[in-house]
């Protein structure tokens, strides 16, 4: 079955770059997603790719995906204290979405 | 962008009642709708798939007459928790898409408290 997996927390300094990395089995995937959940609240999309694309950037953020070693990552320049949340990649194919575990990113004043 | 507005976000109930949360699309038409349950620290279990008009597809393991799930139009889809026990206490998410290959927008989520 499909299984998306994420490190759990991440620490950085503010004004340095957060790299997140995520990894997933299922090479069918259509979607690929990073979305942001802070304390009590739900998930905002931050930015999302095709599985045909391999970079992706948005302002601050960039997304690489290597499909061939089905991994994705999500890169914050400038990192601020606001960033400080858990970040979610996913996978989707056709309409069914599956989750990594969530990675904590910490950003330290 | 497009908006999924959840309500309530907090909703303390007594066991035993029933409880009903409600998913709205503000600015597209949502086909699909899904709800997800999310416990402390951990990532999102998908509950159930709801297509407007046709019944809700539940993930194995939900119980079907316990999360009764309604998508009568193609922005408001309804959860109710019913007999809502505090082992149903949770945080659930909503989330909703286009049709096509588009991307989930999610709620913000509704934090269930059974007393």
């Known amino acids: 079955g499909e299984d998306v997996e994420q490190s759990l927390f991440l620490s950085v300094r503010e004004g340095d770059s957060s790299v997140i990395n995520c990894t997933y089995t299922d090479s069918s995937s259509t979607y690929l997603y990073w979305y942001k959940q802070e304390p009590g609240a739900g998930l905002q999309l931050l930015t999302y790719i095709f599985s045909n694309m391999d970079m992706k950037q948005d302002q601050r953020l960039t997304v690489l995906l290597n499909k061939k070693d089905k991994h994705l990552s999500l890169r914050i320049a400038d990192t601020q204290t606001g960033d400080s949340a858990i970040y979610f990649c996913?996978?989707?194919?056709?309409?069914?979405?599956?989750f990594g575990t969530g990675t904590k990113l910490q950003v330290i004043p | 962008g497009a908006v999924v507005s959840q309500h309530p976000s907090r909703v303390i109930c007594k066991s035993g009642t029933s409880v009903k949360i409600e998913c709205r699309s503000l600015?597209?038409?949502?086909?699909?709708m899904f709800w997800y349950r999310q416990f402390p620290k951990q990532s999102l279990m998908l509950m159930a798939t709801?297509?407007?008009?046709?019944?809700?597809?539940?993930e194995q393991g939900v119980e079907k007459d316990k999360f009764l799930i309604n998508h009568a139009s193609l922005t408001l889809s309804t959860l109710t928790v019913t007999s809502a026990h505090p082992e149903d206490s949770s945080f659930y998410i909503c989330s909703a898409k286009m049709t096509g290959n588009s991307p989930l927008h999610f709620g913000n989520g509704t934090r269930l408290t059974v007393t």
């Open positions: 600015d597209f038409q949502a086909t699909t």
């Open positions: 996913a996978e989707s194919m056709d309409q069914k979405v599956t």
């Open positions: 709801s297509n407007e008009g046709s019944k809700a597809t539940y």
